[in-house]
């Protein structure tokens, strides 16, 4: 069994979603001063490696802490979506071979399984390219909550093309009470390990932040 990290590191400056409040990390106190160092953040809950509850898009929909734990621990199934272009929508297509029996050895996903879509746009990361991420359509957003799929990650900046208009992977998914986990990164191991038919167990655990909109996350994956 091997643990990998699936977030980014949080810092100063570091990119958020056009409008977002940006990230600022100062010390607060300090060992010589105060006998103990101590951090001041300054940033917005949808900074860095993150998870959306559905209150993100709709005030009527669940805020974070009223999600089950399960939303956000469970087993992994990855999307290979590294061969796309810049700003492609993923259609059903990309997703149809993941969720049917053929590909996966032990059948459909089960309600509650999370699906992770590899792009490869991490490695853009802190570069002005990675607002130009492949994103779901709408139509691959209703396979996924059609399967069962009630969370969904992905190695960019959002489910939706940035910028946007309007979000409508974001309003399927959130409306199906779906969880979104975005800005991961090191996915390509766990396509490794998927290929080599390893068990892969993903825990996007988020900060407790009653009645939030999401919160940042330090989302790790268990193989083997």
Known sequence: MRLIDLSVPVATGMPVYPGDPRVAITPALSVAADGVNVLHL??????????DAPFHIDDALPTLDRLPLERFWGRAVVVDARGAAPRTPLGPSLFE???????LSEGRPRTGDIVLVATGWSRHWGHDDYLAHPY???????????????????DALSVDATPADDFPAHRILCGAHAVIAENLTNLAPLLDAQTAGEPIEVSLLPLRLPAADGAPVRAVARVG
């Open 42 to 51: 300054d940033m917005g809950s949808q900074s860095g490696t993150h998870v």
């Open 136 to 154: 779901l359509t709408p139509e691959a957003a209703e396979l996924l909550v059609n399967a069962g799929i009630r969370t969904v990650g992905i």
């Open 97 to 103: 071979g993941a969720l049917s029996e053929a590909s």
